[in-house]
């Protein structure tokens, strides 16, 4: 069982003895050189900094000097007006991973939720679902789409932005993460990359090829990327029930098989007088089928009057992306225009059979068998546009319009025994995703501005308005269709500034003052009820609410970032939300006709919430810190996080899914006359506590992953890399508790091997 958990006293001194032993290292080397721009590592040369010109805000147009040099990770970071990290090509090859969630969590600020090696919620700041604003290519992820389902091959760079832009969305109480895929031509590349990864006696081989290069003859410029991967895995979980009436526990052994493959790519032709068209498919499909079987041992209930089960399952998803993006100068500013078509299609299939025995014969349950088969679609579609228009006076002006449509429609069917699917009193029920259709359309208009006040200051001021209808249609025991209209709109305001206290130097602060939000998934708007099948306080029956207003967030941000001689960085920043109009699901019951509970669960706006953190992140050489150290290129970043939610009695009455911290500490060394480079990485998340309602809880044990990568340079143009994913893994335990009754949940995390063999054709 899984018990309250505090942040040890060392987890709540840690930013602090980060924060100052990187600054005392710091200081001694400004005591040492003169305070002047930051010269990166040679494997980054950087474009020189123009003062003249205001730093840039996410995705605005500025003027540089071009000399054929890469601008570096660091650099770009400096430039930005709203508080934005880069992750560009070379840290996100450092370890070969073979998902995005592997290479995300390693990121200041981001932590995954789930169990370690098998995907999960991607957070900022803690916040769970809907907080954090995930884009692909600077435009909303749709359809169903997993970022595990990329590979981490198509990544050009990853934008981590902490507070919004009017140009990225408001949608990011928690911040953005923006994964922009490989880029337009740059330089001739073909790569060829095989790996085979082993986890609990499994194999799991992968396979990825890039191409960049022109057609002269055309005009054009392309990229391709694709990749395969197999996945074979075993998962164990044991969920054990517990209350006054009840003690029993139900393990669950499976093996999932699955079979990917994507495509993605990109066409760009350069036109006449600097315009250009570009052209960006991208296709997704896997396959997959898994087997399960469970056994239930402890006192026999009611609800389930089985000792055994097994299930098959067999699932596929298609999703196909194709976006265009024309750019064009008008007048004396830059015009871009962007048409994206999407399609997703996804199929599910599941058999399952519970018996009282093993051997299946009668008994007070006798067999049961069920069958669920769902297929979703969705389309979509959407436009936007983007004047930039570059003044004399040193402002920069971003207006832009998006407009985004999705049509979703789900066809669903349960059985039982080859009939209708039964409640608990025998009763035949459906489901709302039983023929559910439903749209929505997104308008968003903004305005930004950014320019430098003086030598000093550098300044940006944004507006957006975003609305969104939403409309849907599903069907309801007792109420027939359903038909459930919402409609909401936002106006967030947003200012953000840049001081530097030496106008030639490197250190600065950043301010920020936004507004946010976070609107109400479409499932939770759907106005009818979805019954559980075993009805109890931990598994009720849901009830949509077509009503829920969106959250709003008023928001500050601070931050100093420290800029060593020698390419390194150390960031202190600190944030507050305050939130309006929290959603969060209230769970509640009500007496049957024969004197019996009936458990619901709805989400409902419940009043007002807080959150606030500290965040310190930084990288540098060793080297910069002590000349005869060792070259080891070092990593490091770690959080504290609080939040209260007004309307629960604390303690822990905190948001939900939010951690009171994180922790990462990595390094990369190559070995001196040899062709061997080896690094690692230690993340950390403390165990914690979320007090939901005066008698729910929900609990989390505490997460530790290392990871350890070698790296041989077999020639110039083929290397070989070994990857050791969660050493020494550790079980996944996390409990629901709800007035008198407690379901804890235990699932194993395994040890994953990989080897891949790197090739430049």
Same mark, same amino acid.
């Given at each position: ?47 020189p ?18 000399n054929?040099?890469?601008?570096s ?11 934005k990290?880069? *992750? ?46 995930i ?5 909303r ?16 760079? @990853?934008?981590?932005?902490?507070a ?10 928690? &911040?953005?993460?923006? @994964? ?14 095989? !790996?085979?990864a082993?986890?609990?006696?499994? *194999?799991?081989?992968q ?8 057609f002269?003859?055309?005009?054009l410029? +392309?990229?391709?990327?694709?990749g395969?991967?197999?996945r ?8 054990t ?19 990917? *493959? ?16 570009q ?14 079987t ?20 067999? !699932?596929s998803?298609t999703l196909?992306?194709?976006? !265009?993006?024309y ?9 871009e225009a ?13 058999h ?47 207006s ?10 789900q ?21 709302? &995703?039983d023929?559910?259709?439903a749209?929505?359309?997104r308008?968003a ?7 430098? /006040? ?9 507006l ?20 459930g ?24 602060? #950043? ?5 946010? +939000? ?7 708007l /759907?106005?009818?009820?979805?019954y ?5 306080p931990?598994?009720?029956?849901r ?9 709003l ?18 960031s202190?920043?600190?944030?507050? #939300? ?8 209230? =769970? ?33 050489r ?5 000349p005869?150290a ?10 504290? +996080? ?6 629960v ?22 070995l001196?006359g040899?062709?061997l ?34 790296? =041989? ?8 890399r ?8 550790r079980?996944n335990?996390?409990?629901? @508790?709800?007035?008198d ?6 699932s ?13 054709l």
């Amino acid at each position: 069982m899984l018990h309250q958990s505090r942040a040890p006293f060392a987890l709540k001194r840690l930013p602090l003895a980060l924060s100052c032993g990187l600054w005392l290292a710091a200081a001694g080397l400004r005591a040492q050189t003169a305070p002047t721009e930051p010269t990166p590592p040679a494997a980054e040369a950087t474009l020189p900094a123009a003062e003249a010109t205001p730093p840039a805000a996410a995705g605005a147009t500025q003027k540089v000097e071009i000399n054929g040099a890469r601008t570096s990770d660091t650099e770009q970071r400096r430039r930005s007006t709203a508080s934005k990290i880069i *992750v560009g090509r070379e840290e996100i090859e450092k370890f070969g991973d073979s998902t995005v969630g592997d290479l995300l969590k390693r990121l200041p600020g981001v932590t995954i939720g789930g169990t370690p090696g098998r995907g999960g919620q991607i957070r900022m700041r803690g916040l769970g679902n809907g907080y954090t604003q995930i884009l692909l290519d600077g435009e909303r992820v749709q359809g169903g789409l997993s970022l595990d389902s990329l590979d981490p091959d198509q990544i050009e760079r @990853i934008e981590i932005i902490r507070a919004p832009t009017a140009e990225t969305g408001g949608r990011a109480i928690g &911040g953005t993460i923006n @994964i922009i895929t490989r880029e337009g031509f740059t330089r001739k590349l073909n790569d060829l990359k095989a !790996s085979v990864a082993y986890e609990n006696g499994r *194999v799991q081989p992968q396979l990825n090829w890039s191409r960049e290069d022109k057609f002269e003859a055309l005009g054009l410029d +392309y990229n391709l990327n694709v990749g395969v991967n197999r996945r074979d895995t075993d998962d164990k979980s044991v969920v054990t029930t517990t209350s006054p009436t009840k003690d029993y526990t139900e393990t669950d052994t499976s093996r999932s098989k699955r079979t990917g *493959v994507n495509l993605g790519g990109k066409l760009q032709w350069k036109l006449d007088g600097g315009d250009s068209l570009q052209v960006m498919p991208f296709i997704v499909h896997s396959e997959g089928d898994s087997d399960k079987t469970g056994q239930v041992i402890g006192t026999a209930v009611p609800e389930l009057p089985f000792s055994t089960s097994r299930s098959h399952s067999d !699932s596929s998803l298609t999703l196909g992306r194709l976006n !265009s993006m024309y750019k064009a100068q008008i007048g004396d500013g830059r015009l871009e225009a962007r048409v994206g078509l999407g399609m997703s299609r996804s199929l599910s299939n599941t058999h399952r059979v519970e018996q009282d025995s093993e051997d299946g014969t009668a008994g007070n349950g006798g067999v049961a068998t069920f069958d669920d088969r769902n297929l979703s679609r969705e389309r979509s579609a959407s436009l936007n546009t983007k004047y930039s228009l570059l003044l004399e006076n040193g402002h920069n002006i971003v207006s832009g319009l998006e407009l985004d449509r999705a049509h979703l429609s789900q066809d669903r069917s349960q059985l039982q025994d080859g009939g209708p699917l039964l409640d608990a009193d025998g009763q035949p029920v459906s489901d709302p &995703g039983d023929n559910l259709q439903a749209r929505s359309m997104r308008t968003a208009v903004y305005s930004q501005d950014e320019w430098t /006040i003086d030598p000093h200051w550098s300044a940006y001021a944004g507006l957006r308005w975003e609305g969104i209808r939403t409309h849907s249609e599903a069907p309801d025991d007792k109420l027939g269709t359903v038909v459930g209209d919402n409609s909401s709109s936002v106006w967030t305001p947003l200012l953000h500034a840049v001081w530097k206290p030496e106008p030639k130097g490197a250190d600065q602060v #950043r301010m920020s003052l936004t507004r946010s +939000y976070r609107s109400p998934p479409l499932a939770n708007l /759907i106005a009818s009820t979805s019954y559980s099948k075993h009805n109890d306080p931990t598994s009720p029956d849901r009830i949509g609410n077509p009503d829920l207003k969106p959250e709003l967030a008023t928001g500050i941000d601070l931050a100093y970032e420290y800029y060593l001689p020698g390419g390194g960085m150390v960031s202190f920043s600190a944030f507050r #939300r305050d939130i309006q109009d929290l959603m969060r699901t209230v =769970y509640f019951s009500r007496l049957n006709p024969d004197g019996s509970k009936q458990y619901y669960s709805q989400p409902q706006n419940i009043g007002d919430a807080m959150t606030q953190g500290v965040e310190i992140d930084g990288k540098l050489r060793l080297t910069e810190l002590w000349p005869d150290a060792p070259a080891v290129d070092l990593r490091a970043n770690a959080a504290l +996080y609080n939040s209260k939610v007004k309307g629960v009695p604390g303690p822990n009455n905190r948001l939900d899914q939010q951690a009171a911290g994180s922790f990462n500490l990595g390094g990369d060394y190559k070995l001196p006359g040899t062709p061997l480079t080896l690094g690692g990485n230690f993340n950390w998340q403390p165990g914690y506590t979320t007090r939901l309602a005066d008698d729910q809880y929900a609990k989390q044990n505490a997460k530790r992953v290392v990871d350890l990568y070698a790296m =041989y340079q077999l020639s110039a143009t083929a290397r070989l890399r070994l990857t050791a994913s969660n050493l020494a893994p550790r079980e996944n335990d996390t409990e629901s @508790i709800v007035g008198d009754q407690t379901v804890a949940t235990q699932s194993q995390s395994y040890l994953n091997w990989r080897l891949g063999l790197e090739l430049k054709l």
